[in-house]
């Protein structure tokens, strides 16, 4: 099967370096989530991938190979800014990309009708794309990028501006691709989705990529987490406990991490003394919480050229 690597990939503006030593992979049949803050590389990483963007140093491979122009024609590309040529119909649009990617015409017209079709646009072929809801133009972006039958997905934002039926049907879509052995990367502010779609996450902050697993282990990472509910419990109760931390404090429980483990048992104590404990459970933190503690103090942007 297909495999996307990117190694050591390097990006300078001036004085800024854009993206600093990123490597990472994608096998065939995996699904990728690639996330970060505003500015912190993911859509410059993807343009190298595309070719549009060439990097100062480092390099993408296919299969061990390094990626050309023969190879990219094979990837599936969807922009977060919107790619569509806004004044062409839809079915003209995408017909002709499909063509531009090697397709002839009468596979071209096929593959139009059965992916409209699959994403439920195939009523506005002939409209021009300007004309449509933000909803059905990332719809018919997604068709574009998949148009091809490509061996490579990358996308960028491509659940930004759906409504929950499309976010289903797009999830399918991707779920789909990976399962007949197609690499597919994706970017996503919507840490839910990613959380549930994705066989491993890269989180990349400033340029750097600071994690990259699977879920489980990325949240089975780091501190302890424990839920205490005790209801006679004054605010900041658990604060003065060594080696304790209040990451929440309201009327579902306090949660506090603790550095190592026992530090638990002296938050249960502690909680006891204030009165009954009800509950004293471990607390897994989510793809959201772990985003917040990786990236969230990071407030560089990404300049790129036009």
């Known amino acids: 099967m297909t495999r996307l690597e ?11 370096r854009v993206l600093d030593d990123v490597s990472f992979t994608v096998d065939g049949g995996e699904i990728l989530g690639f996330v970060g803050a505003n500015g912190a590389g993911k859509t410059t990483t993807m343009r190298i991938v595309l070719g549009v963007l060439a990097p100062d ?17 094979r990837i599936g590309y969807m922009p977060e800014e919107r790619g569509l040529y806004p004044k062409m119909k839809v079915g003209e649009q995408l017909e002709y990309l499909a063509r531009l990617h090697g397709l002839d015409a009468a596979a071209a017209s096929t593959a139009t009708r059965e992916w409209t079709e699959r994403l439920g646009v195939s009523e506005r072929l002939g409209d021009e794309v300007q004309k449509l809801s ?35 049907v797009m999830s399918s879509v991707l779920r789909e691709r990976s399962a007949v052995g197609v690499p597919v990367v994706f970017s996503s502010h919507q ?3 990613v959380e549930r779609l994705c066989d491993r996450v890269g989180i990349i902050r ?13 949240r089975s990472a780091g ?18 406990v060594p080696g304790a931390r209040v990451v929440s404090d309201g009327p579902d429980g306090t949660v506090v991490e603790v550095t190592h483990d026992g530090v638990e048992q002296q938050v249960l104590a502690a909680a006891l003394a204030t009165g009954p404990v009800h509950e004293l459970t471990r ?10 503690d990786v990236v969230a103090g990071d407030q560089h942007h990404e300049e790129t050229p036009a």
């Open 57 to 73: 140093g480092g390099e993408v491979l296919r299969d061990g190979r390094p990626l050309g122009p023969a190879q990219r024609r």
């Open 134 to 168: 933000l909803g059905n133009q990332q719809r018919v972006q997604l068709a574009a990028a998949l148009v091809h039958s490509p061996e490579i997905l990358v996308l960028d934002e491509p659940f930004s501006g759906l409504d929950p039926v499309a976010v289903d």
């Open 223 to 240: 501190a302890a987490r424990w839920r205490v509910v005790a209801p006679q419990a004054a605010p900041g109760w658990a604060a003065a």
């Open 191 to 193: 840490l839910d989705l």
């Open 283 to 292: 607390v897994r933190p989510s793809l959201t919480d772990l985003f917040r």
């Open 206 to 218: 400033a340029g750097r990529m600071v994690a990259l697993d699977t879920v489980d282990r990325l």
């Open 6 to 16: 990117l190694r050591s990939l390097v990006k300078s503006y001036g004085t800024r």
